[in-house]
């Protein structure tokens, strides 16, 4: 049964899910690959949908860049952040969901496979609510692995069981669902196969304070 303050949390991904950035990756990634003279196509956007950025480094690597992963991965962060100067682009429905929640006290955090220099800049829109940001650089394991979402919950001070994540990938809601929280599956650039933990919904604009409130810890 719910605690009547379920949901201690709420624990978000950030690209496609918090923030319309999935098209800025895409540039980004293929700006940076073509200054390395390697291709890059959406077959390959799909292929590291979700996964760390140093995992699109890494292939540009193996396809000839002639730089590091690290030095591509910083190049990758840094195009995207550029990219997202100004106004955070929230995604439909997810501003709103931020208001409530910071209205009901219940804190949150980025929980992303990106990095921190992206990342901080979304919760720099919403910091009386985004308090905490957990990237790939502050793991040892990224998602699909549960460390990710344990250490925000950590950081937030509140037992996981009691947490709701928001996640659009296949990745990352297995990473919220093995760190024992139930998951809300925003609709993403791929569908996410069904999965014990996993609640769909048809748009981003479904998931409110209420809609949360109704879920279990143990579905």
Known sequence: MNSPAFP???LFDHDGTLVNSEPQWAVAKRAVAARYGVGWSTEDDHATLG?????SARLMVERGAAGTVEAITAELGQE??????GEVPFLPGMRALLDELGRAGIPGAVVTNALTVVAQGTASGAPEVLRVVVSQE???????HPEPYLLAARRLGV???QCVAVEDS???AASAAAAGMPVVVVPGELPVEPAPGFVPV????????AFLRGLSPSV
């Open 8 to 10: 201690a949390a709420v």
């Open 51 to 55: 996964r760390t950025v140093p995992a």
């Open 80 to 85: 995207v952040a550029d990219s997202l100067t």
């Open 138 to 144: 502050d793991v040892e394991h990224a998602k699909p």
């Open 159 to 161: 037992d996981p069981a």
């Open 170 to 172: 296949q990745t990352g």
């Open 202 to 209: 048809e748009a981003h604009t479904d998931v409110t304070l």
